[in-house]
């Protein structure tokens, strides 16, 4: 049994040639939806988006050679086309959809991300963007991405459990914020000693826990955790009106936060209870 557009002469001969019965269905949508297959609705699948609950700056080298930890990055589905200069990895995004269009690849999605991860920084490149970009973006469901020194992972985790995807994607909110400014460094000033690197590893640690055991506490925890690394490791990468706000609306009244990204962005809430005015994300799985 199959719909018309999954039909072909050559599954007719098959089960001609194996005296088997093949019933062919209509695709009849309901009175007022748009007609759909299966092929088509390939044709419009688009790349998707990544957040980054936990590590963030894990995947430099010159970050976990002082201490390793993971990155932990979650994939969603393209519902919304979110800032530029956001911390969603649309820049490696953007280069993804040069290579291969709007359809994700086929095959070991590790090594299109090693390619994706090549495509985005050729030799001479003066900055080497992480590799958890590349991965969060090809990898679906939620990864623990663990670096020792280089700029790939020593080890993938990946949870791609339905019900677990679909926690987090009722517990995950995104509030905007404005995106980081042209011009913006947020590495002029570094403090990476081992007790500040080995802090931000342990935040990581305790917010994929909090994803495996689907527990809203620990993932909170987590991922504010990891923003307070940040502002003891670089400084600049939250600024004065980022911090008040974090402090006065999120980290009072929510489990947990973290910013998308450097300077801005958007914040990621991990809350049980709906935000007003919120963005909801659906997590790929």
């Known amino acids: 049994m199959v719909n018309s557009d999954g039909y072909n002469e050559g599954k007719k001969r098959l089960c ?33 988006y990544r957040l980054c609950l936990a590590g963030g700056w894990m995947d430099q080298p ?12 979650v994939q969603i589905w393209p519902d919304i ?23 994700i690849p086929e095959g070991d999605q590790v090594r299109n991300a090693k390619l994706l991860f090549g495509a985005e920084n050729p030799p001479g490149s ?14 679906p469901g ?10 790939w992972p020593c080890h993938i985790e990946s949870m791609v ?4 995807c679909e926690w987090l994607s009722k517990v995950l909110h995104l509030i905007p914020l404005a995106p980081r400014p042209e011009g913006y460094d947020p590495l002029l000033e570094k403090h990476l ?10 935040s990581c640690h305790l917010c994929w826990e909090g994803i495996v055991e689907k527990d809203i506490k620990k993932l909170g925890e987590g991922m504010k955790g990891t923003f307070l690394s940040w502002k003891k490791m670089l400084p600049y990468t939250v ?27 958007y914040v990621i809430v991990a809350s049980e209870e709906e935000i007003p005015g919120a963005l909801k994300i659906k997590v790929k799985y």
């Open 16 to 48: 001609e040639a194996n005296n088997v019965e093949l019933i062919v269905l209509e695709r009849i949508p309901e009175e007022g939806l748009p007609a759909r297959s299966s092929s088509q609705s390939k044709k419009e699948i688009k790349f998707p």
């Open 62 to 73: 010159w970050v976990s050679k002082v201490h390793s930890g993971p990155c932990v990055v």
């Open 81 to 103: 086309d979110f800032n530029d200069r956001s911390g969603m990895a649309t820049s490696s995004r953007k280069i993804a959809r040069e290579l291969w269009g709007d359809k």
């Open 126 to 139: 003066e900055y080497i963007s992480g590799s958890q970009d590349q991965l969060g973006i090809l990898l």
């Open 142 to 151: 939620a990864n623990r991405l663990d670096y020792d020194g280089k700029f």
């Open 161 to 164: 459990d339905p019900d677990t």
């Open 193 to 202: 000693s081992i007790e500040n690197v080995a802090e931000l590893a342990d």
């Open 239 to 265: 600024p004065d009106w980022v911090w008040e706000e974090m402090n006065t609306k999120w980290f009072s009244n929510y489990p947990g936060a973290i910013t998308s990204g450097s300077g801005g962005g």
